[in-house]
């Protein structure tokens, strides 16, 4: 499943990441990393961007930037 | 003097609190200005202490060190060419993993790293324990305990600093990051050839080279060339040669696999320092997010701190405003009666003191504004407006920081050009400084009122609406014109920290305010002066002309005639005579042309240059200006065109040179300035011409 199918108040685990050179090494620099588990704090008012939580940050992500990163696990 | 100096360099995630400490260690000495070539904030203070002069640099904020945005390849190069003495890593201790990642990366580029553990006690409350001391002897790295707005640990931090300068120049080799053995291999491989052939002229580590180079580092691969020329090209080739192995080997690109390490190294120490008991914690933040970006009244709330901000900054900043025009009322008057009449006095009064005064009128709404928006960034406050906003303005191709900016050239467009530079992308920052002038500033306001008000009474509001209206809908084009052709390429990715709030320091936001506003001064104030004498002399001079009346017999009422023929005649009418034919097809008589092209220096003069010339009699105030112009055959629909005509034409001096130093290129304001003329030019055509064949006057 992807990051961005996710729903509100969702969690999962990372499995991969796609995107090119800049965009994936930005994603690691923020500390979201295979495995990691992710939890969607909230979409934005107008359903774009979305806030995640990963290991206690809140960081947020465009609809577009979430669709290169799949999730398993999720519940 | 003649002490011993040091130059300390303080680098760490935003948000770590890294501000905060080198507010505390350089108190009030510090120093704000720009990085060469560049429009990211450098701040250095200067401070004696333990028999050192010490000289402090905050280093932009940066997650990594990877050459991405502008602020990496600063504190990258800076701490690669100007070699600090010491490099304190602030590392937020909430956040362990990730800011060991730029500290693995520190460690790399072998410098003195020293680790202040910042926040811990915030970090306590969440339950997190960080052995310090395992941490330090883990990566061989000195730790001292900070807590940035208590003020707690600084002078233990300068002190482990210079110490760790004292001790010697040996810098632990051991305890930095094993990559697994296929990249190890790699980078052995690479790390002969570079010390074989270019290694007596290389400045920087090998391995570090190395690394950086199986990494496709562009930056470091230009500065290679530039200082081994030839012999770089063998390391080159063999770098691509091992990355392709890389690649083949793992299917994944080197740097991506290098972070994973690094993150895996990371993880290892992270096990060893790092418990956290699961003690169920009320995260204040996240509440209070519940309420600021909630679906429904996130919106609303924001509107609502804009609105406040708007408020403050132009009703409160209208006493200062008016204390200081009296001022100015006062200084003039009284250098009136006091100086002999001559051209010096009157380049004093009508050019110096009348232009810059123009200008300082504004520092308070400048201090107010930027007081607002310190709040707004110290809070935390400010990424949360982004994110609200970030779905409108990608529609434009902007992101969601360009929205601060394009809402404070509704203030003033200089700072909002300076604004701009909380964006990361050169093309954001770019397309955001062009597309600001749309943003009607204040100081076009007083040209509408007298405008509006003059010819449209009670309709003067609806109609001042609908012209700020036009502009923003006049930037979404340009936005979406230029993102589609000029800036061509996606928008720099959202990915973008929403930091815990905290309450904001009134030290922190003095300083913050007072910095910027200082820069307004004195880079607005110097041009803002020459422009004025310019205008001034362009004005007044030349000053033997024939008058078609011999004023100087005849009574006070005729000297604003006098007046008004004096800059008929000067070199000021001259340039309005000669651009009329541009002028007339949209409805501008050449008084117009006059004022617009004075406007040139600040808005609102063009308010007074039209006083002179529609020759407003010395009753009082507006009131003359209103009915001057009505008897000069000014109609409602000339005085729409010309409405926006100011709305859309050329930024002013001050602008226009904010754009310059922002951009870092002539090329860019030039184009402004010719892009947002011929705009005006064409939408007051089509108002005044629209208008005539619809049959308005």
């Known amino acids: 499943m992807l990051l961005s199918e996710m729903k509100e108040g969702q969690t999962g685990n990372i499995k991969s990441i796609a995107g090119n050179g800049a965009l994936h090494r930005r994603i690691l620099e923020m500390g979201i990393l295979k495995g990691s588990e992710v939890h969607i704090e909230k979409y934005a008012p107008l359903k774009d961007p979305l806030e995640l939580i990963v290991k206690g940050c809140h960081i947020s992500l465009r609809v577009e930037e979430a669709s290169l990163i799949t999730v398993d696990n999720v519940k | 003097m003649g002490q011993k100096r040091l130059k300390i360099a303080l680098a760490g995630n935003p948000n770590s609190g890294k501000t905060t400490i080198f507010n505390n260690i350089t108190g009030t000495r510090q120093k704000v200005g720009n990085w060469p070539g560049v429009t ?48 304190i890593d602030i ?33 306590k409350t969440r339950g997190i324990k960080i052995n310090a001391e395992k941490l330090s002897e883990l990566l061989n790295v000195p730790v001292v305990f900070t807590v940035g707005n208590k003020n707690e640990g600084t002078d233990e ?86 990355r392709s192995y890389i690649k083949d080997r793992f299917d994944e690109e080197p740097e991506i696999i290098t972070t994973d390490e690094r993150y895996g190294f990371i993880a290892g120490i992270i096990k060893e320092v790092y418990s ?94 930027f007081f607002c928006i310190a709040i707004f960034e110290d809070t935390g406050y ?155 002399a362009l004005s007044a001079f030349p000053r033997n002309v024939q008058y078609s009346s011999d004023y100087s017999t005849e009574t006070n009422k005729v000297t604003v005639f006098h007046e008004a023929e004096k800059i008929e005649r000067s070199f000021m009418g001259s340039i309005g005579k000669t651009l009329e034919p541009l002028f007339s097809p949209i409805g501008i008589d050449w008084r117009g042309g006059v004022a617009l092209v004075t406007g040139f220096v600040a808005k609102e003069i063009v308010v007074s240059t039209m006083g002179v010339l529609y020759a407003a009699e010395d009753e009082k105030g507006s009131e003359a200006l209103k009915n ?32 310059k130093r922002e951009t870092g290129s002539f090329k860019w304001m030039f184009f402004s300035i010719a892009y947002n003329t011929s705009i005006a030019w064409f939408a007051a055509f089509c108002v005044y011409q629209g208008g005539k064949i619809l049959g308005f006057s």
Not at chain 2, 449 to 472: E, H, M, P, Q
């Open chain 2, 40 to 87: 990211v904030e450098k701040k250095e203070g200067t401070i004696n202490k333990y028999g050192y002069d010490l000289t402090i640099i905050d280093l932009p904020g940066t997650y990594s060190l990877t050459p991405f945005s502008i602020e990496e390849i600063i504190a990258r190069n800076f701490v690669l060419d100007e070699c600090p003495d010491v490099v």
């Open chain 2, 276 to 369: 956290t008991s699961s003690k169920h914690r009320i995260d204040i933040s996240r509440n209070i997010d519940l309420v600021l970006t909630n679906r429904f009244i996130g919106f609303p709330i924001f509107f609502l701190f804009i609105w406040a901000m708007f408020q403050l900054t132009f009703s409160l900043g209208a006493y200062p405003m008016e204390w200081i025009d009296m001022a100015i009322g006062l200084l003039s008057s009284g250098l009136d009666g006091f100086l002999p009449d001559s051209i010096f006095k009157d380049l004093l009064l009508n050019g110096i003191i009348a232009g810059v005064g123009s200008v300082i009128i504004f520092l308070p709404n400048i201090m107010i504004l």
């Open chain 2, 91 to 123: 590392i937020d201790a909430s956040n362990l993993e990730r800011s060991l990642y730029l500290a693995t990366q520190l460690r790399e580029i072998d410098c003195k790293v020293l680790f202040a553990l910042n926040m811990a006690d915030l970090a």
């Open chain 2, 628 to 659: 001057a112009l009505l008897s000069s055959g000014m109609t409602p629909l000339s005085a729409l065109s010309m409405m926006v005509f100011v709305l859309l034409y050329l930024p002013c001096l001050a602008t226009v040179a904010a754009i």
């Open chain 2, 382 to 536: 400010m990424s949360r407006a982004a994110f609200l906003m970030d779905k409108i303005m990608h529609l434009i191709g902007l992101h969601g920081k360009s929205f601060i900016p394009m809402l404070m050239g509704f203030g003033c467009n200089v700072p909002a050009i300076m604004a701009a530079r909380t964006l990361e992308s050169e093309k954001d920052r770019i397309l955001t400084i062009l597309i600001t002038p749309f943003m009607s500033c204040s100081a076009k306001l007083p040209v509408y009122i007298v405008l509006a008000g003059t010819f449209f009474g009670v309709r003067a509001g609806s109609v001042i609406f609908s012209i700020y209206l036009v502009g923003i809908v006049l930037s979404i084009i340009t936005g979406r014109l230029f993102r589609s052709t000029l800036l061509k390429g996606a928008d720099a990715p959202f990915v973008m920290e929403l930091p815990p709030y905290r309450a904001p320091m009134i030290k922190s936001l003095l300083i913050h305010m007072w910095d910027r506003s200082k820069m307004f001064l004195k880079k607005m104030g110097g041009i803002i002066l020459i422009g004025s004498i310019v205008v001034w």
């Open chain 2, 157 to 242: 931090l300068l002190k482990a600093a210079v110490k760790l300068a004292e001790s010697g120049s040996e810098i632990p080799q051991e305890r930095k990051v094993r990559y697994n053995k296929d990249v190890e291999n790699s980078i052995s491989k690479l790390q002969s050839i570079i010390k074989k052939r270019i290694g007596k002229k290389l400045p920087y580590n090998i391995r570090w080279t190395a690394i950086k180079l199986i990494e496709d580092d562009k930056i470091l691969k230009k500065s290679i060339l530039k200082k081994a020329g030839d012999d770089a090209q063998d390391v080159l080739q063999e770098a691509l040669l091992q």
